[in-house]
């Protein structure tokens, strides 16, 4: 079946370190993109990427790092500039403006 | 900054009722207009997509669109309390691949 896969499903972070969260999608979908929920709040756009080898910045993309070398793959970097990163952060895939979104199940980051 | 708005809600209707979800939006020359339900600690799925102006029925879904007034809906008909969930809006950004989400609003359907 054609999808999103995120991974981990959980990940804990310690203070100063960077951690990638993983994103792979087997849709044949061009552009793909990141994004922050917090409790109770709407989407954030992290980063997004139209083609392979090019990349965006979203609304909040401060602290954070992307990479775009497989039409496949668009891994998210939290790195220690990033000050309050527990979230639930969500990939998702799109094969234009008109067909909206395809969503991840996700990864819930925590700051221990 | 463009914008969708959403109420918060919680929106409750009893088992079998009619839900009514709204929301407004900003950008003029949105053309693609979507709505995504998302179960509490669930990613968000698509549920319905509207470009024209109208109404757009898929099963008990309904939404409905009206570029004058920048207003998007969703009628849930004999609402279930599977149909728990927040409902997000999302316009599509003109000019580009992006979408604009509203926060959501909280469906609850008392059994």
């Known amino acids: 079946d054609g999808g999103i896969t995120q991974s981990p499903k959980y990940l804990f972070r310690k203070e100063g370190q960077n951690v990638t969260l993983s994103c792979e999608q087997n849709l044949n979908h061009d552009a793909m993109y990141w994004y922050r929920q917090d409790p109770g709040q709407g989407l954030r756009l992290i980063y997004y990427?139209?083609?392979?080898?090019?990349?965006q910045k979203g609304d909040i993309a401060e602290g954070y790092s992307v990479s775009r070398e497989k039409k496949e793959s668009f891994p998210l970097t939290v790195t220690s500039a990033q000050k309050n990163p527990t979230a639930f952060y969500l990939c998702?895939?799109?094969?234009?403006?008109?067909?909206?979104?395809?969503f991840g199940s996700g990864t819930r980051l925590t700051v221990v | 900054q463009k914008e969708v708005e959403q109420n918060s809600g919680p929106l409750s209707v009893p088992e079998g009722a009619i839900a009514s979800l709204n929301c407004t939006y900003s950008?003029?020359?949105?053309?693609?207009f979507f709505w995504y339900r998302q179960y509490s600690g669930k990613s968000p799925e698509l549920i319905m997509f509207?470009?024209?102006?109208g109404d757009k029925e898929d099963g008990r879904f309904t939404a409905q669109l009206n570029k004058a007034s920048q207003y998007v809906s969703l009628l849930i008909r004999d609402s279930q309390p599977s149909d728990s969930a927040t409902y997000l809006c999302?316009?599509?950004?003109?000019?580009?691949?992006?979408?604009?989400f509203g926060t959501g609003t909280r469906l609850k359907v008392l059994a």
């Open positions: 509207i470009y024209s102006n």
């Open positions: 999302a316009v599509n950004e003109s000019g580009t691949y992006k979408y604009i």
């Open positions: 990427s139209q083609i392979v080898n090019d990349f």
């Open positions: 998702a895939s799109s094969q234009g403006a008109d067909y909206g979104y395809t």
């Open positions: 950008d003029r020359g949105s053309q693609s």
